[in-house]
């Protein structure tokens, strides 16, 4: 079954501790990217990944860190989080479809609290 | 960058109506998706435009672009109960295809 997987799917922290929240998927795309959710703002992109080595970074990057090892994962690093990072987060991967286009696949999204 | 306006962000109607969701863009672009969102879900993909005057229809969705007036439409054609749920529209510039500009969303309650 063609999915993607992220984890934890809840996380409530405190400010300062590092984290990371994975994302997998089974469908050998070359796009993976990541977003975050808040009430009022829709989705906003924080990094993307074109494959495996090259990421850049969204519109809103400040405070996260990114790597892509390896084809099917695309973890999400905060190094120190805070409070303004609480938000639901969503990793998505991305089949061409058709010229330089992507149709999205997102994941279950994760709900992150810090504290 | 590229601001995406959706509106209206909130739209209550009556089963069996037709209405539609506008979404506006600021600046070039070709390419303009849709995507569905249930409450307390993740996101579904519903539809990829990808030239001026595309067009393409899902059962009782239609969504349409119209890049010259950078204005896509989803076209919701005798709503049913089950098409509630937060319909955002996004789009990429034509500079950089991997970046992605979200809607704020429309909130739809279809009320039997």
């Known amino acids: 079954e063609a999915q993607v997987t992220q984890n934890p799917r809840y996380l409530i922290t405190v400010t300062g501790k590092k984290l990371t929240v994975t994302c997998s998927q089974n469908?050998?795309?070359?796009?993976m990217s990541w977003y975050r959710q808040d009430p009022g703002l829709g989705l906003r992109q924080i990094y993307y990944?074109?494959?495996?080595?090259?990421?850049d970074k969204g519109d809103v990057p400040e405070g996260y860190k990114v790597s892509r090892k390896e084809k099917r994962n695309f973890p999400l690093i905060l190094e120190s989080p805070s409070p303004n990072q609480t938000s639901l987060y969503f990793c998505?991967?991305?089949?061409?479809?058709?010229?330089?286009?992507?149709?999205?696949?997102f994941g279950p999204g994760t709900r992150l609290t810090v504290t | 960058e590229l601001k995406v306006e959706q509106n209206p962000l909130f739209l209550s109607m009556q089963e069996g109506k037709n209405y539609t969701i506008y979404c506006n863009y600021s600046t070039t672009s070709d390419r303009l998706y849709w995507y569905r969102q249930d409450p307390g879900k993740s996101l579904e993909s519903l539809f990829v435009l990808l030239s001026n005057g595309a067009v393409k229809q899902e059962g009782r969705l239609m969504a349409s672009l119209d890049t010259k007036a950078r204005l896509s439409t989803l076209h919701i054609t005798a709503a049913v109960h089950d098409l509630s749920a937060t319909y955002f529209c996004a789009g990429t510039t034509v500079y950089n295809f991997n970046k992605f500009y979200f809607g704020s969303g429309t909130k739809l309650n279809v009320k039997p």
């Open positions: 469908m050998n795309h070359e796009y």
């Open positions: 998505a991967t991305g089949r061409n479809s058709g010229g330089p286009s992507y149709e999205q696949y």
């Open positions: 990944s074109m494959n495996v080595e090259v990421t």
